[in-house]
């Protein structure tokens, strides 16, 4: 059953920390993106990557990093530089030049 | 400078009747339209798009209109259901380029049963 996976579905950051969000695609997608959304706000582009070993700054990538070693993962680090990191994290993969973007169920991050 | 703007937050609608839902643009180079649904702390999922080249797009209950002129677009739902309360992400892209979605800030439907 082909898809878009993201975990964990819930994470806690304590200040200072790096944490890794995980998303994993097996639709053979070749662009993936990572979108946060915040209440009340639409879906703001963080990072995108349209091939493997390359990636793009979206429009809100201050504080965080991303890597594309793999076709089929995408994960995400929000640093210690992100001061307002709570927030609900979408991914999306997009194949060829359709403009369709599939996402995955989200992963809401909190800081204690 | 938000490029897609969904202006109605919120929309209560009667089960049976048409819900319309609206969105506008500023950016003359998109040329594709989407629109996603959103159920709470769940991913958005595809609905229904439009290429420039049409002004109407059907889809079962769903139609989608856009009127390039006025960089307008709707998404109609007829009969609205109780199930389709969720709330409604349109989104625009332009096929040059990186081919980047564009995300409204979303409404909110309530299908009163």
């Known amino acids: 059953d082909g898809g878009i996976t993201q975990s964990p579905k819930y994470l806690f950051r304590k200040e200072g920390q790096n944490v890794t969000l995980s998303c994993e695609q097996n639709l053979n997608h070749d662009a993936m993106y990572w979108y946060r959304q915040d209440p009340g706000q639409g879906l703001r582009l963080i990072y995108y990557?349209?091939?493997?070993?390359?990636?793009q700054k979206g429009d809100i990538a201050e504080g965080y990093s991303v890597s594309r070693e793999k076709k089929e993962s995408f994960p995400l680090t929000v640093t210690s530089a992100q001061k307002n990191p709570t927030a609900f994290y979408l991914c999306?993969?997009?194949?060829?030049?359709?403009?369709?973007?599939?996402f995955g169920p989200g992963t809401r991050l909190l800081v204690l | 400078d938000q490029q897609v703007k969904q202006n109605s937050p919120s929309l209560s609608v009667q089960e049976g009747r048409i819900s319309i839902l609206n969105c506008d643009y500023t950016n003359s180079m998109f040329d594709y339209f989407l629109w996603y649904k959103k159920y709470p702390a769940e991913g958005p999922t595809f609905l229904i798009s439009i290429s420039s080249i049409k002004d109407k797009n059907e889809d079962g209950r769903f139609t989608v209109f856009l009127n390039k002129s006025a960089k307008h677009l709707s998404l109609h739902i007829v009969p609205s259901q109780p199930g389709d309360s969720a709330v409604y992400f349109c989104?625009?892209?332009?096929?040059?380029?990186?081919?980047?979605?564009?995300f409204g800030t979303g409404t909110r439907l309530t299908v009163i049963p």
């Open positions: 990557s349209q091939i493997v070993n390359d990636f």
């Open positions: 999306a993969s997009r194949q060829g030049r359709q403009e369709t973007q599939y």
């Open positions: 989104a625009a892209s332009a096929r040059t380029g990186a081919n980047n979605l564009f």
